[in-house]
């Protein structure tokens, strides 16, 4: 009898095995812990991140939802925004080391002390110069956007959502794709998680708009593209049906594209 009981414990703890899910993927991040993704990078350590072969300054500023312009500062990187492979980034400034405040003190008391011995001098006062400064404020308001394919929206922009950071248009395999608003291409490829192959093409100084899942690439990073240039054919690649993922940027942080696109 005592050997039947062994063998039903044996049997029941053979077939009592548990199973893993696999996580579903989604987009966006987490602007509180720039990297908090549904699809956490290796190269990501703390609050650096170690350029990929592939990588752009604008890839990573998009993956990590910043601005491309406050990362390259961060970085003290200045345009073109030229990057290498290995090297490290940062996603906050590191802290200054301030001079102690009797210390402060003390060396200005110093200053004037020594000042007070110096004979008197004229300085020659410089000749003014008027500079022009030309404002890029007008050039980001001036952008007519239009849809980048054509199709049903089938997912819409939610700001509280991770997974909807942008719209979903529905369409079939080999549509065109087309540039939502002039501009560059700076990134094209498939280096980001779950947004397959994906172009990013910058506007001006503040506005971004992401082109994902797409079959093939028609353009190349750093090649400018006009408003309604054919850039790349509908597809599926990261994604489980034929569709385009698309994404407008105001300085790094995601928009309803809805509010730009003109109503159809």
Not at 177 to 199: E, H, I, M, Q, T
Request: charged share 20%; aromatic share 8%; net charge positive.
């Amino acid at each position: 009898m005592r050997a039947i009981l062994i063998l039903l414990m044996l049997m029941l703890t053979a077939c009592g095995g548990s199973r893993s899910v696999a996580p579903v993927g989604s987009y966006g991040y987490d602007s509180r812990t720039p990297g908090k993704f549904g699809s956490s990078s290796s190269s990501r350590s703390g609050s650096a991140y170690r350029v990929k072969k592939g990588d752009t300054l604008y890839s990573i500023s998009f993956r990590y939802g910043m601005d491309y312009k406050e990362l390259a500062v961060i970085n003290n990187i200045r345009s073109p925004y030229n990057i290498y492979v290995d090297q490290k980034l940062y996603f906050k400034k590191a802290k200054s080391s301030a001079i102690p405040i009797k210390t402060a003190v003390k060396q200005k008391s110093e200053t004037n002390k020594a000042r007070r011995w110096q004979p008197a001098v004229i300085a020659k006062q410089p000749t003014a110069t008027v500079t022009k400064t030309i404002s890029s404020s007008s050039a980001n308001q001036n952008l007519t956007w239009r849809w980048p394919t054509v199709g049903r929206v089938i997912s819409t922009y939610s700001e509280s959502s991770a997974g909807r950071k942008g719209i979903d248009i529905s369409g079939t395999m080999g549509q065109a794709v087309v540039a939502s608003a002039a501009g560059k291409v700076v990134y094209s490829g498939n280096g980001l998680a779950r947004y397959g192959n994906l172009l990013i093409i910058k506007h001006n100084d503040v506005y971004l708009s992401a082109y994902a899942h797409n079959h093939t690439l028609l353009v190349k990073e750093d090649q400018y593209v006009k408003a309604g240039q054919n850039i790349a054919t509908l597809g599926r690649s990261g994604t489980q049906q034929e569709q385009l993922h698309f994404e407008i940027r105001r300085n790094g942080k995601p928009v309803d594209p809805l509010r730009f696109l003109p109503k159809q």
